[in-house]
C-alpha cells in the first residue's frame, strides 16, 4: 500500500475513473484542494513522472498512464482493480438464472470490500465527492443480497449482519425494515416491534421525519399478524413439524375488539407472541435436573404443575428449560409454547400485557398444533417477580408451567403450590464437554489442560462457555491457550461477542443488577469489591455500615437475585466471575474500607 502522499492522491483519482480522461483541473482540486499553488500544473506534470516511476520500480506493467489532451488517463484491465471487478460481478448477478447463483455473485462482489474507503488517501475532495457513491454501490449490494436471503427463508441467518449494518447506517430505512422482518419471521414479534420504535424515534428525533411507507405497513402486518412469508427454519435445528412452523406469529386484526383478559384464559389460548421451542445446539450436561424436571413437570396428571427454575444470569436457565420442553413432547400433546416475559431491552413485560396476549384465540406460532383439550406446557421465560406470573398459573389437571428466573419466586411457590430447583454452574467435566462440542474433539483434545484453564476462565458459566467457544470456532487458527491468556487481562470486557447483545456475560449481569433496588445494587458492589471469598451477617453489617438484621435482610435477596450464594447456611460467598464483574462497576462510596477488626473478625 502507498504511503499518504500527493501520488497516493493521484493514483486514486485515476482509478476512480479508470479508463477514462481525467481533467486537469480535477486532478488537480483532488491533491490540492482549494489551495492549490500557483505551479499546481507543473506539480501535478511532476507528481505523474513521480507514479510512473513508482510503477517501473515495483514492475507494474498492465497499468499506463496516459497523458492525453485535457488531462490524464490510466488503462487497466478489469482483473488489476477491485473497483472494476465489483461492478463486473454486480452485472452478473443481474444477469443471474436463479437466486442461488445471483446471492453468490453478490458474496463474491461484497467479499471485495476490506478495510475503509480511500483509507490512506488524503484528500478532502475525493472523500467528499467520491466516497459517498463508493458507499452507496455497496450498500445497494448489501441490501440486494439480504433480499435474496430473506426471500429463501434464511431470516434467523442474516439477523446478526443485519442488526450490524442497521446500526451503522440508522437513516438508511431498508435496513431497519429487513431486521424487523427478519425477527418477525423467526418468531421474534416483540423483538420486531422493538425495533420499529427505535427507529421510528430515532427518525422523528434526528430528523424530523416519520418512518416510510413501507415500515409503516410492515408495522402494521406485525401487529395484526399476518403472514409475510415462508416458513423460517431456526438455524439451532428444524421447527418439529413444518405445517405448524408455518403458522404466523402475531396479535389480531386491529378492528377486532380484545378479549378481556382473564387470569384462567393463560392456558385456553396459546400465546400469539410465543417462539418455536427448538433444540438447543451442543446442550451439554444437566443430566440430573433434566431427569429431575422432566419427572416433576409429566407425572402430575391428575393437577396442574408449576415449576419455577431459578439461578445466577447466564447460568443456562432458558438453554435447560428449552431442552426439557423439547424431551416433554409426548406428555403434552396440546402444544408448549415459550413466551418472552421480557421486553428485548431487558424491561418486563406487565400482566396485563402478557394476559391480555394470551387470552386471544388468534393466530400464533408453536412447535406444535395446538389441542386446547388436551395438556400442555407453558414456558414463561426470564420472569422478573410474581405478580408477573399468578394470572397464568395453571388451574387444569396436567397443564403445567415452567418458569425461569432469576429471582427464586420461594413465595409465589408457597402461595400457590410447585416446585422450585436453583441452577448452579456446570462441572469441570460439562465444561470442556461443552467447548469440545462446539470446538471440535480433534481441536479440544489438541489443547486438554487449556480448555481446562478456559472453563476455569469462564467461572463455568454455559453463556460465558459459549461465548468463548464461538469466538475460537470463528478463530480456527487462534489457540485455545493464546485464548486463555487473552481472557485473563480481561475476563468480563472480553466475554462478548459483537453485534448480539444477547451473547455479552457483562450485559446480562448489567441487566440482572438494573433490576434490583439501587441500594441492593450497591450492596452488591461492595461485597465483590472486598477482599474477603466469605460472609457472614454480621461481616455484611460492618461492612456495609447497617444493623446485623438489616445486613442479613441484603444478603439473603442478593441470594434469591442469583447474585450470592449461601453454603453452608449462614456463610454467603460470590462466584468469581460476577466478583470480577463488580469490581467493574463505577464506585458508590467507599464501602470496601473495611476496618482492621472486622477483617481479623472469625466468621
Known amino acids: 500500500m502507498l504511503q499518504p502522499s500527493k ?22 482540486s483532488a491533491i490540492w484542494g482549494d489551495g492549490q499553488p500557483a505551479s499546481a500544473k507543473a506539480a501535478l506534470q511532476n507528481c505523474v513522472l513521480r507514479l510512473r516511476r513508482i510503477f517501473v520500480k515495483y514492475g507494474i506493467a498492465n497499468a499506463l498512464i496516459e497523458s492525453v489532451p485535457g488531462g490524464y488517463r490510466i488503462s487497466i484491465e478489469a482483473a488489476a482493480l477491485d473497483l472494476m471487478r465489483f461492478r463486473q460481478l454486480l452485472r452478473s448477478a443481474d444477469a443471474a438464472p436463479d437466486p442461488d447463483t445471483e446471492l453468490r455473485a453478490l458474496g463474491e462482489a461484497l467479499a471485495l470490500w476490506q478495510g475503509p474507503f480511500l483509507a490512506n488517501v488524503p484528500s478532502d475532495v475525493l472523500r467528499r465527492d467520491e466516497i459517498p457513491h463508493l458507499v452507496e454501490e455497496r450498500l445497494r449490494a448489501v441490501e440486494r443480497a439480504r433480499d435474496i436471503e430473506l426471500s429463501m427463508g434464511r431470516c434467523q441467518q442474516v439477523i446478526t449482519e443485519l442488526w450490524t449494518v442497521a446500526r451503522a447506517y440508522p437513516a438508511r430505512e431498508r435496513f431497519r425494515e429487513q431486521l424487523i422482518e427478519a425477527l418477525y419471521r423467526s418468531g421474534r414479534q416483540a423483538e420486531a416491534l422493538a425495533e420499529y420504535r427505535a427507529v421510528k424515534g430515532y427518525l422523528r428525533e434526528e430528523l424530523g421525519v416519520s418512518p416510510g411507507s413501507s415500515l409503516q405497513r410492515l408495522e402494521l402486518t406485525i401487529l395484526r399478524g399476518d403472514d409475510i412469508g415462508p ?65 416433576r413437570l409429566t407425572t402430575g396428571a391428575s393437577r396442574p404443575v408449576t415449576v419455577v427454575l431459578s439461578g445466577a444470569p447466564g447460568i443456562g436457565k432458558t438453554a435447560l428449560a428449552q431442552h426439557i420442553a423439547l ?38 406460532r ?18 422478573t417477580g410474581a405478580d408477573q406470573v399468578q394470572p397464568l398459573l395453571p388451574t387444569r389437571p396436567g397443564d403445567a408451567v415452567l418458569i425461569t428466573s432469576g429471582f427464586g419466586l420461594a413465595g409465589l411457590v408457597a402461595a400457590h403450590g410447585g416446585w422450585a430447583h436453583r441452577l448452579d454452574t456446570l462441572t469441570e467435566e460439562e465444561s470442556c464437554r461443552l467447548l469440545a462440542a462446539v470446538l471440535g474433539t480433534e481441536r479440544a483434545e489438541a489443547e486438554p489442560d487449556a480448555l481446562r484453564l478456559l472453563a476455569a476462565g469462564c467461572g463455568h458459566f454455559p453463556l460465558a462457555l459459549t461465548v468463548m467457544a464461538a469466538r475460537l470456532l470463528t ?73 446485623p438484621q438489616e445486613a442479613e435482610e441484603t444478603l439473603e435477596r442478593l441470594v434469591d437475585a442469583g447474585l450470592l450464594e449461601e453454603e453452608p447456611a449462614g456463610e454467603y460467598h460470590m462466584h468469581e466471575l460476577l466478583r470480577a464483574f463488580a469490581r467493574t462497576r463505577p464506585g458508590h462510596g467507599d464501602l470496601t474500607a473495611v476496618p482492621a477488626a472486622t477483617a481479623a473478625a472469625s466468621p
Open 7 to 28: 501520488p497516493t492522491v493521484l493514483l486514486a483519482a485515476l482509478l476512480l475513473r479508470h479508463n477514462s480522461v481525467v481533467s486537469t483541473e480535477f486532478l488537480q
Open 231 to 295: 416458513p423460517v427454519p431456526d438455524d439451532r435445528g428444524a421447527a418439529e413439524d413444518p405445517a405448524d412452523a408455518a403458522t404466523a406469529a402475531g396479535l389480531p386484526p386491529a378492528e377486532d375488539p380484545p378479549t378481556p383478559p382473564t387470569a384462567r384464559a393463560a392456558l385456553t389460548a396459546p400465546p400469539p407472541t410465543a417462539r418455536p421451542i427448538a433444540p438447543v445446539p451442543h446442550f451439554t450436561g444437566r443430566a440430573a435436573e433434566t431427569a429431575s424436571l422432566v419427572t
Open 327 to 364: 424431551l416433554t413432547r409426548d406428555a403434552f400433546p396440546g402444544g408448549r409454547f415459550l413466551v418472552p416475559m421480557s421486553h428485548p431491552d431487558g424491561t418486563p413485560r406487565s400482566p396485563g400485557e402478557i394476559a391480555s396476549a394470551l387470552a386471544r384465540p388468534e393466530h400464533h
Open 366 to 383: 408453536s412447535d406444535d398444533s395446538a389441542d386446547h383439550g388436551r395438556r400442555r406446557l407453558l414456558v414463561l421465560d426470564d420472569v
Open 475 to 547: 478463530r480456527p487458527r487462534l489457540r485455545v491457550a493464546d485464548c486463555v491468556a487473552w481472557l485473563r487481562d480481561d475476563p468480563i470486557a472480553r466475554l462478548s461477542l459483537a453485534g448480539d447483545p444477547r451473547l455479552s456475560v457483562p450485559r446480562v449481569f448489567a441487566t440482572a443488577l438494573d433490576r434490583l433496588d439501587p441500594l441492593l445494587a450497591d450492596a452488591f458492589e461492595a461485597i465483590g469489591r472486598w477482599d474477603r471469598r466469605r460472609l457472614t451477617a454480621r461481616l455484611g453489617a460492618r461492612l456495609l455500615g447497617v444493623a
